[in-house]
């Protein structure tokens, strides 16, 4: 697939990458940038989707943000999309505003509940720390099911828990296949996980590949930050060719497992040859998996051009539909 819209026009600058903004401290915390959140509309909103906060584990601050068209559509109940914002591990949340946004426009145009989680950021809880996050929230959405009683009503009422999707974008990708790895061990009846979404997943390696060594100057994610987040994510004393990071330096026996994926990618991203390794991977292993890498683009250019956002969404909405596969 190909689109042929003006990302020029809607590139950020080369002065704006918000990772490298970030300031780490000799005692190995970091200060964040600034970005703008959003609040949920409430369940009393006239907005087109609707979104709520409800706690995941307070003892970690993790919380679920959930998204639902309004009105709902009048006929069957509708798929569940667990999703997984960017940052590298270490920025951004479910609040997000631009991440919000997104989830937003994905709940009306897939006509799904997209659920986004509020995970636990590196360098202060370094991986797995975010995996276990995203399993958590499988086996809240399990927990729906099994004790209705104190289920959410969005959920009880407008979930189809057999249609059920793990999704992130960049570093939420690699959460996505990192759960879903993890989920294969796990019984999650009534729930079935009937595919990963990975948009453009951040993986890496000690090894440069050519789109690496390209992005000195990339705008969104330039080499030295990138080399930056893997430093402050992975596990104290790992390198980048670990599992976390380097999917297919060691293929896990749990593969063979994993519902269908979906790879999206760009060729303007710096981590293309790393998903282009990553598809082949799940292509040679036996693996079931739908790849999409446009031409052109740029990192999370979802956030930043609406022609690119649109074209996901439908991606989505045909793999969401389609209804193959499961756990």
């Known amino acids: 697939m190909g689109y042929s819209s003006s990302v020029e026009n809607n590139s950020p600058s080369k002065s704006t990458s918000l990772f490298l903004q970030i300031v780490e401290h000799p005692d190995g915390t970091v200060t964040r940038p600034f970005v703008p959140v959003a609040s949920p509309t409430g369940e009393n909103s006239t907005a087109p989707v609707l979104s709520k906060d409800v706690p995941l584990n307070p003892k970690n601050n993790t919380l679920l943000r959930i998204y639902r068209p309004n009105p709902l559509p009048p006929t069957a109940k509708l798929p569940v999309i667990l999703y997984f914002h960017g940052g590298g591990f270490v920025v951004f949340g479910a609040d997000s505003a631009f991440y919000h946004a997104s989830c937003e426009e994905m709940a009306s145009a897939v006509s799904a509940l997209v659920i986004s989680l509020e995970y636990r950021l590196a360098p202060e809880h370094r991986l797995p720390a975010a995996y276990e996050d995203a399993v958590e929230t499988v086996l809240w959405l399990q927990s729906q099911v099994r004790y209705p009683a104190g289920a959410d009503p969005w959920l009880t009422s407008h979930a189809d828990f057999s249609r059920c999707f793990l999704m992130g974008s960049s570093s939420g990708a690699n959460m996505a296949y990192h759960a879903g790895l993890l989920a294969t061990a796990l019984e999650l009846q009534p729930v079935r996980l009937l595919g990963l979404i990975l948009n453009q997943p951040y993986f890496g390696g000690v090894e440069r ?16 930050a990138n080399d930056m987040l893997w430093r402050l994510a992975l596990p104290k004393g790992a390198y980048r060719d670990h ?11 749990e593969l063979r497992q994993l519902p269908r994926c979906l790879v999206t990618g760009c060729e303007g991203d710096p981590l293309v040859d790393r998903q282009r390794e990553f598809v082949e991977m799940l292509e040679r292993e036996g693996a079931s998996v739908v790849a999409r890498f446009d031409e052109g683009g740029f990192h999370a250019i979802e956030l930043f051009d609406p ?17 193959r596969g499961g756990l």
């Open 307 to 323: 022609v690119r956002a649109a074209a996901l969404n439908a991606d989505v909405r045909l793999f969401v539909s389609d209804g």
């Open 243 to 253: 599992e976390f990071c380097n999917p297919v330096v060691s293929v896990p026996p």
């Open 209 to 224: 590949t050519p789109s690496e060594t390209r992005s000195e100057e990339d705008p969104i994610l330039p080499l030295r």
